[in-house]
């Protein structure tokens, strides 16, 4: 956010006139309310959370589509040709289908974080809504593959710069308590939303007609309905206008937050000195300067874990995967809906354990389980046989509970968590940006090497994956630090000690 210095000194001035220690006393307030009493308090925050949440589930909706309508007989047979009495989709459009619209996101993603730093959160929100509309409207009406691409990748730039400024408004107004839970929130968000899509795909895909596909895009106007008609109600980021030199603003937007009279002048306070603590400077060059850049490789790796271990693969591809190992197409629907639910119930576990266990440990244990799983499915598929199939798919069902359970909830809340205020929205951006990259590279890459026109690996592309978990393994044990119920001045205050991950911690605060 771009940070007018003079402005914000004198909001610092205004906010503790009456009391130096008014940031102190939220720090401590913040510490010794519970889950519960922080959610009866602060109600208010926690309905606005909830609907930055839905507007992640949205942008996760629209990219979800994508991969699950080429598992639509239907769908391959309009946009794709007859191969060995099958339709299949031509490699270079699957992989333009998957890895475009991804590009998109990451512009979306950077260009958001910049957007939203200048002119705010909502107004943000207002844009992605828009372009999400045509996008639809496009998809729906294709007939031809380029309107149908087009729709896509329109999509992207709306659904890269929605996610990063959903998960920057959570990170800005959920109270610390409740921090975690919200950003695990998001999480749930992403699994419950291809598990609608494989519902809705469950009951048309095998319709002989364009309703076969054209329903899940259907479905997306009444998702985005509700965020439309709350975002002009939506409170600005105080965090934002605090970095604006608007303190009454800040003040006023507190309140709608739930966050009123003594308890939001200790909050603006607490906001504004943060702010000016960690300098003026909110440009993307600064997010690889100094204790920023280790902050920024920290955002980023959990989110690039997810990519990187096969989650592309397993939520893209089991459906089209059961199809080619022999299953029906009713009987690869009910197992990917199966698959979303072992996924939420993983999501909702996590809830339980983001706080006791911790964000360090879940990401490390989460990511040796997986990659223990990684291996033992590619074994099976290298047998080959009916009884390995089914190994695969029950190895499959396990790794989809364990990542939803783990790293993926994880990810988002350490993203949200660990970036400095004033470089929350564009470190966001990055990390985002990241994933995205990472994901548009798999999505090109994956047709190629799974096809059976092409490499034909199938599911042996999972020790690929297996081996880069190994790796991964190594690197979370070093860098990856213990976030866990500490504010956003305990965190820069540990970052600029350079105290290492596993101290965090038992780290104890000056503040």
């Known amino acids: 956010m771009a940070i007018n210095s003079e402005k914000l000194a004198e909001a610092i001035d205004q906010a503790t006139t009456i009391d130096g220690d008014l940031p102190r006393l939220d720090n401590e307030e913040q510490h010794q309310l519970s889950k519960l009493e922080c959610l009866k308090k602060y109600y208010l925050s926690s309905l ?4 930055a949440v839905w507007c992640s589930m949205l942008a996760s909706f629209e990219m979800q589509t994508t991969s699950m309508v080429l598992s639509i007989p239907k769908f391959r047979m309009d946009f794709g040709y007859e191969f060995h009495g099958n339709y299949v989709l031509p490699a270079d459009w699957q992989s333009a289908f998957l890895g475009a619209p991804v590009a998109s996101m990451v512009i979306g993603s950077l260009g958001g974080g910049i957007l939203a730093d200048w002119l705010g959160r909502r107004p943000i929100l207002v844009i992605c809504l828009a372009i999400t509309y045509a996008s639809i409207t496009m998809e729906f009406i294709a007939v031809s593959i380029p309107l149908f691409f087009g729709g896509k990748f329109l999509a992207g730039f709306a659904v890269g710069a929605m996610g ?43 319709v002989f007609s364009r309703w076969a596909y054209r329903a899940v895009f259907c479905s997306q106007y009444g998702f985005a309905a509700i965020p439309t008609f709350f975002v002009f109600f939506m409170p600005e980021s105080p965090w934002w206008l605090v970095s604006k030199g608007c303190p009454e603003k800040a003040l006023g937007s507190l309140a709608r937050l739930g966050v009123k009279g003594e308890d939001g002048r200790r909050r603006l306070a607490a906001i504004s000195q943060t ?17 920023n850049l280790r902050r920024t490789i920290v955002s ?6 997810q990519p990187m271990c096969g989650l592309v693969f397993i939520t893209g591809y089991t459906t089209y995967y059961l199809q ?6 009713s009987m690869s629907f009910k197992l990917q809906i199966v698959q979303q639910v072992v996924m939420i119930i993983g999501n909702i576990m996590s809830w339980f354990l983001i706080d006791r266990v911790g964000r360090r440990n879940l990401n490390i244990y989460g990511t040796l389980a997986i990659a223990i799983l990684l291996w033992l499915a590619g074994g099976l598929a290298v047998a080959n046989t009916q009884g390995s199939v089914k190994g695969t798919v029950a190895l499959v069902f396990l790794y989809a509970w364990c990542m939803a359970l783990t790293i993926q909830p994880v990810s988002y809340t350490i993203m949200t968590e660990v970036p400095t205020p004033r470089l929350r929205m564009k470190t966001i951006a990055i990390a985002s940006a990241t994933y995205s990259a990472l994901n548009m590279m798999w999505g090109f890459v994956l047709p190629y090497m799974f096809n059976p026109d092409k490499a034909n690996l199938g599911a042996k592309i999972t020790f ?15 860098l990856l630090p213990e976030t866990a119920n500490r504010t956003y001045q305990e965190l820069d205050e540990m970052f600029e000690k350079r105290v290492p991950a596993r101290k965090f911690r038992s780290f104890m605060k000056d503040i």
């Open 48 to 51: 606005w959370s909830l609907f």
């Open 164 to 206: 990063s400024t959903s998960m920057t408004y959570i990170g800005e107004i959920a109270p610390l308590s409740l921090r975690g839970f919200f950003t695990c929130l998001v999480a749930l968000g992403l699994t419950f939303s291809p598990f609608m899509s494989s519902l809705i795909i469950n009951d048309t895909g095998t």
């Open 275 to 291: 702010i000016m603590n960690t300098g003026t400077d909110a440009s993307y060059l600064e997010c690889f300067r100094g204790s």
């Open 300 to 305: 980023m790796t959990p989110m690039c874990i």
């Open 324 to 329: 080619l190992a022999g299953f029906s197409t």
């Open 464 to 478: 690929i994956f297996g081996g880069v978990s190994t790796l991964i393994m190594a690197l979370v044990w070093f």
